[in-house]
């Protein structure tokens, strides 16, 4: 992966982080919530994996937001 990619993984998963902090939900509640898992959380909140769209559909609908908003457009 190069570094522009890696970067941008590390920003989606802070502002996810954010957002899911927002609202005041832990990462176990949260994921599970969501349908994932919280290893798998982690791992997108602190830019060590690219998520898939599904899950990152799954991410917005928690959140209660759309994804483009996930992306911050």
């Known amino acids: 992966m190069n570094k522009k990619s890696e970067t941008y993984l590390v920003e989606l998963g802070f502002r996810i982080k954010k957002l899911r902090e927002k609202k005041n ?14 290893t798998q959380l982690y791992m997108i909140e602190n830019g060590k994996t ?8 799954k991410i ?5 937001i759309s ?4 992306f911050g457009f």
């Open 25 to 38: 939900a832990d990462q176990k509640t949260f994921a599970s919530d969501c349908g994932i898992g919280r």
């Open 50 to 57: 690219n998520p898939r769209l599904l899950t990152l559909i």
């Open 60 to 64: 917005a609908d928690g959140l209660g």
């Open 67 to 70: 994804l483009p908003e996930l």
